[in-house]
């Protein structure tokens, strides 16, 4: 079941499932705003709260399923499920937007694009590695709480996520606690993420990246998984180009997946996933 749902995922998620109703803002928003109507999630909401209101949806649903235990309706969801959380078209069109101001040398054009991408320029954090972190958080994150913990668990990430997004669009003071838990919830999946990188990309090199960051419990998630890319994919300086880096590590992106959905498949094919 989570091979098939995953495979027709990944194979309908670019052929027109763009719509607005097919974006998980669509359905996390109404959520986020009822919590903070209902004054459920405050300024001084404990990291625990927030674990809470993203754990109960993703609990009703698993209780939901066991109860109807139907493969087919469980297929049903998951595919719907994952068709809203996988995915990010909107930034799928902004880096189109910015590959072709690139192509056409409007710089001024490319950096609006990628502000749209959620980036902001830092002499330590390329744009690149910014596209191998939305890569991360839209699609192999996804992919390996679904794995393991199946529809319930893609929920879980994928809430959390979006409550994340939305707390930091409003500056809400909960914000801080609702990325300590993301933080908790990526400390698995980036690591192995981060592995995959090593397989798909210059293994010698980011080895010993991976190993002293994927060591360290308290290293932040995006440090982790960006600094591993970027040894992973060397790029020598005369090539570097403002299309050069962002494609390269896109292209490593799209590897690592691939290999994520490999190795997926294979430990569920031997029976070690649910």
Not at 233 to 257: D, G, H, Q, Y
Request: glycine share 6%; proline share 4%.
């Amino acid at each position: 079941m989570t091979l098939i749902s995953l495979l027709l995922v990944l194979a309908l998620e670019r052929t027109g499932f763009n719509g607005h109703s097919w974006h998980v803002e669509t359905y996390t928003g109404r959520y986020y705003h009822f919590l903070l109507r209902q004054g459920i999630v405050k300024d001084q909401s404990t990291p625990w709260v927030i674990l809470g209101v993203a754990l109960l949806p993703a609990l009703l649903l698993l209780a939901v399923l066991q109860m109807l235990d139907m493969a087919l309706i469980e297929l049903a969801v998951s595919v719907l499920l994952l068709l809203v959380a996988i995915g990010c078209p909107l930034y799928r069109a902004s880096y189109k937007g910015y590959l072709q101001a690139s192509a056409r040398g409007d710089v001024e054009g490319s950096n609006i694009y990628a502000e749209q991408m959620g980036y902001v320029p830092r002499d330590d954090y390329s744009f690149g590695q910014h596209l191998m972190w939305i890569n991360y958080r839209h699609y192999a994150a996804v992919m390996i709480w679904f794995a393991v913990f199946g529809a319930a668990g893609a929920l879980l990430y994928v809430l959390t996520r979006s409550l994340v997004l939305m707390l930091e669009e409003d500056q809400h003071p909960a914000s801080i606690q609702a990325q300590q838990v993301l933080e908790w919830l990526d400390w698995v999946p980036v690591r192995v993420a981060a592995f995959g990188l090593l397989i798909v990309g210059h293994f010698s090199k980011a080895l010993p990246v991976w190993v002293t960051s994927a060591g360290n419990a308290g290293r932040p998630a995006r440090s982790l998984l960006t600094e591993v890319a970027q040894a992973a994919e060397v790029i020598e300086p005369e090539e570097l180009s403002c299309n050069t880096e962002p494609c390269a590590m896109v292209a490593l992106a799209k590897r690592n997946t691939l290999f994520l959905l490999v190795m997926l498949s294979l430990l569920s094919l031997a029976g070690l996933l649910p």
